[in-house]
Structures are given as structure tokens and as C-alpha cells.
């Protein structure tokens, strides 16, 4: 017994930073994130059937690319300009007033547009059942823009703690919607009500997060709204283009080959995309970090702190990888299906690209951070135009190994475009 008390003390001391704390609440946020993700998949599978969990995933699809038009990158105008002035509270007041305007006025706009245009998009992946589904998620979109700064507001707080739990919450709400769908026996296509359900209950706690920020004087809030309209006009393709690049092998498969070799690659990538997940933690927790030694011009105190994330980063992923190739065949053992045993081998180059670039992908924001939007943007557009063509010449020859080798030469060529670009635009060595 007093062996175990001792052994918690010591974990409590070796993560007594508020870094280490709050990395750690958010990398619990991505175990829940891991558990509900896999589980809503299997859940719709089993008691829907396939079908309608490949009419969930096409609604998600356009669920996910209306939602970062939808935010328009004010959420990265917000994280940045709160981590730029935290202890100034008439200033983060007055920040997030600005934000408020321009993210209604998307939000409404872009949540219109899914609205409408549910059935052209039903009519062009021949599957009626999404108009309907595009239909019960329209209010999840809406909401989620505003949630989406909302969590920015968090975030730029560094109340990463709040941050964590809120993420988790969004997920396990997920999870309850759908255990609302299956108890009043709605129709398959209309699974995809777990956004509007998840994104509304959400909303109400991040609201009075919002309103706590803001409880200070708010002069000078109005030429926020363009800062942030700008900022975000320039950042918002860089989210779109992100979210199209974790998805140009899957969508290139899927041109040159079956559904079923497309099925195993998915599968593989699922997993590899859980191991990603714990860099997009990082990300978030070093945000704040870069914002406000970026703007200060303190470039010689993120010298030392980048060194040091990069070390610890890669043996953790290092540990990562290789567990996570370690434990794969359990899950081929659970599956039964012996085809899926041919996703080792692009989930082997997946994971290892991950583990790569690891070291570099907490700073992978860092051109945002320092009010480069429009570099970030660029940057983000080169990788997705290396992601397509490597993709395009490979996979006719290599398949499904060919995809994921792709995938990886475009992700080590972000980081080659992330050094050259903040090295010159930011004076910042990564």
C-alpha cells in the first residue's frame, strides 16, 4: 500500500507544471475521444447495419467540410489575439465582443447553404438518405461554429483543464444522442440528430464560459470584428485544406479501386488517425504558448521550450507507435476477417510517418500564432497538391502501401514547408 501511495506522489511531482497537468487532463480528453469514436462506429454497424453507418460518414463528411467555412477561422483569431493579451481583461473582453458578430453572421450563412444544399449533395453520392440526415444535423453545424470559439475562448484562457472536459463532454454527447435516436426508434437516416444533440447541450456551459471572459469593459470591441473577419478570411482555407488532406488517400482509393480494398485502408487509417489525435493535443496546450512569445518577440525563451517539446514528444510517440503496432493484431482477432490482416502494412507507413514528424507537429500552428494566416494557408495548400500527386502515382502501382506512402512523404514534407516558412517569416527556428 504504501508503495502504491508512494508511487502516485511521485507521478504528482514529475507532472507539477501546469503544462504537464493540463497535457495530461487533455490526453485523457483523447482516450474518451478514441473510446466513443470507435464506439459510435460500431454501435450504427451493429444495430442499423452498413448502410446507414456509410450514409453517417458521407453526412459527416459534408458535416465537417461546411463546419470549417461555417467558423471561418475567427476561432484562430480569437486563440490568438486572447493568448496575445490574457492578463489584460478589458482587452480579452473586447476581443471576444468582436468575435461575436462575424461568427453569428457565418454560422447562419454557411449553416443555410448545408441546408440547401442537402439534396444536390445526396443526388452527386446517389444516397437519398443523406438529404435527411444533412437535414437533423443543420442545427449541430450552427452550433458548432459558435461552440468552436467558444472552445477558443477556453483555450486562449489556458483553462486547458475546462478545455479537456469539454472535449470529452462533446463526445460522450455524441454517444447520448444516439442512445436517443435508437430509444424513440427514428429511421436510420436520421442518425446523424447526435451533431445538433451533442453541439446544443454544449453550447449551454461554453456559454457561461464565454460570459465569464467577458465580464469586464468592452470598449473598443468594434475593430475586433474586422481584425478577426480578415484574419479568418486568410486562416479559413488552411482548416478546409486540412481536413481535405486527411482524407486525398482514402478519396484517391476509392477512384482507382473497390470498395473493398478502400475499406481496409479505412481501417488502417482510423487507427493511425487515433495516434495523430494525441499531436493535436500538444498542439492546443502550445498554442497559447507560441501566441504570446510571438507577439512579445521573446524568441530566445521558445528556443529551449521547443528543444525540450521536441524530445519529450518524440520518445512519446516513439512508445506510441510502437504499442500501437503491437496491439493491431488484437484488433484484426476481433474483427474476424481476414482480409483486413493487408492494413499492417499501410498502417506500419502511416504510424511511422506519424512518428517522424512528431517532434514538429505541436508548432505546427506556429505561422498562425504568429499572425501569418495567409503562409499558413499556402503552406497547407502545398502539402494537400504533394499529398494528390504522390497519391496519383502511386497507388496504381502499390495500392493500398502505395496510398499510405504518400501520406507519409506529405506529411515530412509539412515540416520541411513549416521550418523554411517560420524560419523566414518569423525569425523562428523549429
Known amino acids: 500500500m504504501s508503495a502504491a501511495v508512494g508511487w502516485l506522489a511521485r507521478l504528482r511531482a514529475s507532472s507539477s507544471g501546469k503544462f504537464q497537468r493540463d497535457a495530461l487532463w487533455n490526453f485523457g480528453s483523447v482516450a474518451v475521444l478514441g473510446v466513443c469514436g470507435y464506439g459510435l462506429n460500431f454501435l450504427i454497424g451493429r444495430y442499423w447495419g452498413s448502410a446507414p453507418l456509410g450514409v453517417f460518414n458521407q453526412v459527416m463528411a459534408a458535416y465537417i467540410f461546411f463546419s470549417q467555412a461555417a467558423v471561418g477561422g475567427v476561432n484562430l483569431s480569437v486563440l490568438r489575439a486572447m493568448s496575445e493579451h490574457r492578463s489584460d481583461r478589458a482587452r480579452v473582453a473586447a476581443i471576444i465582443a468582436g468575435s461575436l458578430p462575424p461568427t453569428l453572421a457565418l454560422a447562419s450563412v454557411f449553416t443555410l447553404c448545408f441546408y440547401f444544399s442537402r439534396h444536390a449533395v445526396a443526388d452527386l453520392l446517389d444516397s437519398p438518405g443523406v438529404a435527411e440526415g444533412m437535414a437533423m444535423a443543420t442545427p449541430g453545424l450552427f452550433f458548432f461554429a459558435l461552440n468552436k470559439v467558444g472552445m477558443s475562448v477556453v483555450n486562449g484562457a489556458q483553462r486547458m483543464r475546462a478545455f479537456a472536459i469539454y472535449t470529452s463532454l462533446r463526445y460522450m454527447l455524441m454517444v447520448a444522442g444516439l442512445g436517443l435516436v435508437a430509444w424513440f426508434d427514428m429511421s436510420s437516416a436520421r442518425i446523424a440528430f447526435l451533431f445538433s444533440f451533442a453541439e446544443g447541450v454544449l453550447f449551454v456551459p461554453l456559454a457561461v464560459e464565454v460570459a465569464a471572459q467577458m465580464n469586464a469593459p468592452r470598449a473598443g470591441w468594434r475593430p475586433w470584428q474586422r481584425e478577426h473577419l480578415v484574419y479568418g478570411v486568410k486562416s479559413a482555407g488552411a482548416g478546409m485544406l486540412m481536413e481535405l488532406n486527411s482524407r486525398i488517400d ?113 508548432f505546427l500552428h506556429a505561422l498562425l500564432m504568429g499572425n501569418r494566416p495567409a503562409w499558413h494557408t499556402r503552406m497547407m495548400a502545398s502539402v494537400v497538391i504533394v499529398n494528390m500527386f504522390l497519391n496519383a502515382v502511386l497507388i496504381p502501382f502499390y495500392g493500398l502501401v502505395g496510398a499510405a506512402a504518400a501520406t507519409a512523404v506529405a506529411m515530412v514534407w509539412s515540416v520541411v514547408a513549416l521550418r523554411v516558412l517560420a524560419r523566414r517569416e518569423l525569425g523562428l527556428a523549429l
Open 250 to 362: 482514402v478519396l484517391m482509393l476509392g477512384f482507382f479501386l473497390s470498395d473493398g480494398p478502400v475499406g481496409v485502408y479505412s481501417f488502417a487509417a482510423l487507427v493511425a488517425e487515433g495516434v495523430f489525435q494525441l499531436l493535436v493535443v500538444l498542439q492546443n496546450n502550445y498554442n497559447p504558448i507560441l501566441a504570446q512569445h510571438l507577439a512579445a518577440g521573446r524568441l530566445a525563451e521558445l528556443a529551449p521550450l521547443i528543444a525540450k517539446g521536441k524530445r519529450v514528444t518524440y520518445a512519446l510517440m516513439f512508445a506510441v507507435g510502437v504499442a500501437t503496432l503491437a496491439v493491431f493484431p488484437i484488433f484484426l482477432w476481433v474483427l474476424d476477417r481476414v482480409e483486413f490482416t493487408a492494413g499492417w502494412a499501410p498502417l506500419s507507413i502511416l504510424v511511422g510517418g506519424i512518428v517522424a514528424i512528431s517532434g514538429f507537429m505541436p
